[in-house]
C-alpha cells in the first residue's frame, strides 16, 4: 500500500501561482495578485484631504476649461 504525500501550503501556493503564470502570463498574474492587495494607509482620511479644496463650483470650473480645450483640438466634434 502507498502512502500519498500531502503538499505543504508553500508547495501550493508555488504550483498555483506558476499554474496562473503559465496560464494567464506575467502581467495577467501581476493584476490577479493585485486585486488581493489591501494597499495601506486610510484612504477615507486620504481623499478628504486631498478633496478639501474642492467645490462643486471648482468641479464644473475645470470640467468646463477641459471641455473648452479639447473642443478648440477638434472643433468638428463639437459642431
Known amino acids: 500500500m502507498s502512502t500519498m504525500r500531502y503538499k505543504t ?3 501550493i501556493q ?3 501561482i506558476e499554474t496562473l503564470r503559465q496560464g494567464i502570463g506575467v502581467v ?6 493585485q486585486q488581493f492587495d489591501k494597499g495601506h494607509g486610510n484612504y477615507v482620511t486620504d481623499r478628504q484631504q486631498w478633496q478639501k479644496d474642492y467645490t ?3 468641479l464644473v470650473e475645470a ?6 480645450r479639447v473642443a478648440e ?3 468638428e466634434t463639437y459642431e
Open 14 to 16: 508555488e504550483l498555483g
Open 56 to 58: 462643486v463650483e471648482t
Open 73 to 75: 483640438k477638434d472643433p
Open 28 to 33: 495577467g498574474l501581476i493584476r490577479f495578485l
Open 9 to 11: 501550503e508553500n508547495e
Open 63 to 68: 470640467m468646463e476649461q477641459k471641455h473648452h
